[in-house]
């Protein structure tokens, strides 16, 4: 199979990628020829394309640490306020592209390697993705630090460096198989270990009162070793630091055992306590109440607090060190955001800092945390919320449990106060659950400790202050705002669809990288049949290079011809892969039905990872391969329909499939799905959607009008009048005959001949335990489905949509929404300055 050039050719043409001087490619072969025989030992004739890769990926490094170092000496001068990103999960994906274009120096690096005759394409695909994320959550959070450093924010994000990121996904006879993601084999060459600035954790022991204060005595001890990431803003000569924390045993550790003179015993034991850093937990939208579990994010929190501590009170000029001692000009000097409440311990844990260490009165700790700290909501859906049983904070963490028994009376008490007598209204809010097993709600906790509390899409926000934090919104509206989410459009743009970006600059110039509001100058040759064609060729282009890598990698065969749907994120009931499914055997059944009919040829893609321990998840996958069987091996069928399950979907794959897709399916129950941002980066990429009113979907349709979005189903005040009256699938079922036929043919084994009952558990679901009403959606989706078809068959009509699409989603940069953090939550005010690069300094 050759391989289209192309987009090297692209790569090199427009100076938004760096246009390659003849200086700076000299520069960077010999940088590459130094690493390869001084950082990798190697000369030419035993290079191994990955030493290549590395010798490259050290070079590229080497034009970061400039300014990495200057831009951090920059903010100890200025001494801006400093924003801290706290998060469980950040799913970066690879560097070394990004790191080249946020420099300007891809062109440089293509020509050099070009010039090397090496296949600098070839050596991307060598890096391991940076998988420390499950979906959108840990996405989200990677595309705001290339945001916040673009827009020159003093920010950083800190987490923790899993040893295993998100499992590798192998389907293996139609079903789910989990590898390890042992991501760092072969090392990691933008990281950069910081062992002097590692710090002790305590955990369990007790508490002891003393004459100067509560006292956390008795405690283990494990220490965290930061490890530096830079994060290079695009075109403007800052790099910012991701530090993520990693679990080292202490020396002493397990002393009773070199007391016993079992010295071995001991030291196998030392991987105890880094186990705290070992694994990602493969959760999206799910809570698991594992201890070691909360041991991860205890210790994000306080490696993190005491980093920030430390860099607070080690402001160089003399004159704020008096200030800086009483910490009343902490919130004016630090902003905390947590993405979600898996870092909310940081709150009790600022709390103890301040009252027990640092000896401030509890009412003056308790403003400087609330004044500090802002607080993310990312799902309504309970099995999400997270709700820590109290037995187990309590032997853990026994200091914080006290501090948040003793946030939550004075709540309570303020609740009294504002609704004297409302009982019931105290029940609901207290951060405490008294049934069953006592539990802390960690989302209670997290809003009381914060100024600003935030949904992720306008509709979401709604649902928050109307439903699930009702009480607390009618206690405190001030605190609630809306963040609707963005994506980079660096990487899901000029990174992955370099033709599209490259036709986009001809039209309209090359500041839409940062101004992505500029796109809608697109809009006025929506119809030019000149500019129709362009974005048909790079489209037709991207399909045909999709399609080699499905019959490479998965010795698949798709028709590039064919409408390409495609239905990518994680495998979750409220997602509704299923219902996609049902229109997936709606379309089969027709074909059998009538071979001859007119039928718009498609080839329909699901891809996402089901958490390993969420049977009903991975039922859905075998189903989809199941459906696929049958569908793919049915010679009636012939190039009609064909679905393939896209094996490992994660941010690597996902900047393949973007540019490829000709329909974005996004299908969640309306109140279920926050925001999404797969939504987003589809329709960047001149992808149409077929949508519910869920999530950003509603602000997307708002963007670029109705006409060009496929808007189907109930809306979210549908779903709840129906929740009320009752929902019942056998009224859906008996009615309508396709609902009917494909339920039986699940039922009944169609697509499990060798086991009748594999799928019966499925339509049980559909029938009586469903809680996303799948069947009270199925006729409006199949309608606008075949709204889709009919559209699609009209090619003028449908580039004419898909030109709108791209040229309405500006809004959904994450330059706006973290300008909009900045401005509203956090208190700093972008400066999208551009420092000097190095080599313009003299001296
Ligand atoms: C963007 C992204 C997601 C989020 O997708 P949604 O459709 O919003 O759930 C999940 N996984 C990966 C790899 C992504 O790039």
Not at 105 to 113: K, P, R, S, T, W
Not at 426 to 440: A, T, Y
Not at 664 to 670: G, H, P, R, V
Request: net charge neutral.
């Amino acid at each position: 199979m050759s391989k289209p050039q192309s987009d090297i050719d692209k790569r090199k043409q427009i100076s938004v990628r760096g246009i390659a001087q003849v200086e700076d490619v000299t520069e960077v072969k010999k940088t590459f020829n130094r690493h390869l025989h001084y950082t990798l030992v190697k000369d030419r004739n035993v290079a191994t394309p990955r030493d290549y890769y590395f010798a490259l990926a050290h070079t590229v490094k080497d034009h970061l640490v400039g300014r990495w170092i200057r831009t951090q000496q920059h903010y100890y001068e200025k001494d801006p306020k400093r924003v801290y990103y706290l998060s469980l999960e950040y799913y970066m994906g690879r560097s070394l592209q990004n790191t080249m274009i946020n420099l300007g120096i891809q062109g440089a690096c293509d020509e050099a390697m070009y010039q090397v005759g090496l296949d600098i394409e070839e050596l991307e695909e060598l890096e391991e993705d940076a998988g420390l994320g499950n979906g959108g959550l840990g996405r989200l959070a990677a595309c705001f630090l290339d945001s916040m450093a673009t827009l020159g924010l003093a920010a950083y994000g800190y987490g923790i460096r899993y040893e295993y990121g998100i499992f590798a996904q192998k389907i293996k006879n139609g079903e789910q198989v989990e590898e390890p993601d042992d991501w760092l084999r072969f090392g990691n060459p933008w990281e950069k270990a910081r062992p002097e600035f590692m710090l002790p954790i305590n955990f369990y022991g007790r508490v002891m009162d003393t004459p100067e204060g509560k006292k956390w005595v008795d405690t283990q001890i494990v220490y965290a070793m930061p490890y530096d990431n830079p994060i290079p803003g695009y075109g403007n000569n800052h790099v910012n630091t991701l530090r993520l924390w990693s679990a080292k045993s202490p020396i002493d550790f397990n002393l009773k055992f070199f007391n016993d003179g079992d010295y071995i015993q001991a030291v196998l034991d030392r991987n105890l306590a880094e186990n705290i850093s070992r694994v990602l937990y493969p959760n999206d939208n799910f809570f698991e109440g594992k201890e070691l579990r909360l041991k991860q994010e205890y210790f994000m929190c306080a490696a993190t607090l005491q980093d920030i501590i430390r860099r607070y009170k080690s402001s160089k000029f003399g004159t704020r060190e008096a200030v800086r001692q009483d910490f009343k000009h902490f919130p004016d000097k630090v902003a905390i955001q947590l993405n979600d409440t898996h870092p909310s311990l940081a709150i009790p844990e600022l709390m103890r800092i301040l009252v027990d260490v640092e000896k401030l009165p509890w009412d003056e700790a308790w403003d400087v945390t609330v004044r500090t700290c802002a607080y993310t909501n990312h799902t309504v859906l309970p099995e999400a919320l997270e709700r820590w049983p109290v037995s187990m904070l309590e032997s853990i963490l026994p200091r914080h449990l006290q501090i948040i028994y003793h946030i939550n009376f004075l709540h309570m008490e303020n609740v009294k106060k504002k609704f004297p007598g409302d009982l019931d209204r105290m029940r609901r809010m207290s951060l405490v659950e008294e049934d069953g097993e006592k539990r802390i709600n960690m989302a209670h906790l997290s809003i009381v400790g914060s100024h600003a509390v935030n949904g992720v899409a306008a509709i979401h926000s709604e649902i928050i202050k109307q439903e699930i934090f009702k009480d607390f919104y009618e206690m405190e509206p001030q605190k609630f705002q809306n963040k609707t989410n963005g994506i980079t459009p660096r990487r899901w743009l000029l990174l992955c669809n370099p033709g599209l970006a490259d036709i986009i600059c001809e039209k309209i110039g090359e500041e839409w990288p940062v101004h992505l509001d500029q796109l809608v100058a697109l809009k006025k040759w929506a119809k030019d049949p000149q500019f129709q064609r362009a974005v048909a060729k790079v489209k037709q282009e991207n399909k045909l290079k999709l399609a080699q890598i499905l019959e490479k990698d998965y010795g698949v065969k798709v028709n590039p011809a064919s409408m390409f749907d495609i239905q990518v994120k994680r495998i979750h009931e409220y997602k509704r892969q299923l219902l996609n499914c049902l229109h997936i055997i709606t379309l089969y059944n027709r074909i059998k039905k009538d071979p001859t009919a007119n039928f718009t040829p498609r080839t329909i893609m699901i891809g996402g990872k089901a958490a390993p321990g969420y049977y009903m998840a991975k039922q859905i996958i075998k189903l989809i391969c199941a459906v696929g069987n049958v569908v793919n091996n049915d010679p009636i069928v012939g190039e009609k329909l064909k679905v393939i399950f896209l094996e490992n979907y994660r941010v690597t794959l996902a900047e393949k499939i973007m540019p490829a897709a000709d329909l974005s399916e996004q299908i969640s129950t309306a109140g279920t799905e926050a925001s999404g941002t797969g939504n987003m980066k589809f329709m960047l990429n001149g992808a149409l959607t077929i949508g519910t009113l869920d999530g950003a979907n509603v602000e997307m349709a708002e963007e670029m009008g109705r006409d060009n979005i496929f808007i189907f189903g109930m809306t979210v005040e549908e779903v709840e009048a129906l929740k009320q009256k009752g929902y019942n699938a056998y009224d859906y079922y008996n009615s309508n005959p396709d609902i009917r036929q494909c339920i039986d043919q699940i039922q009944g084994g169609f697509f499990s001949p060798g086991n009748p009952n594999e799928f019966k558990n499925i339509a049980d679901v559909l029938l009586k335990y469903d809680r996303f009403f799948l069947l009270a959606d199925y006729e409006a989706y199949i309608k606008a489905q075949d709204l889709v078809s009919k559209t699609y068959q009209n090619q003028s009509k449908w580039l004419e949509m898909a030109i709108h699409n791209i040229a309405s989603s500006g809004k959904f940069s994450s330059d706006r929404t973290i300008a909009e953090y900045a401005r509203e939550i956090w208190g700093v005010e972008p400066t999208w300055e551009k420092l000097a690069a190095p080599h313009e300094i003299s001296n």
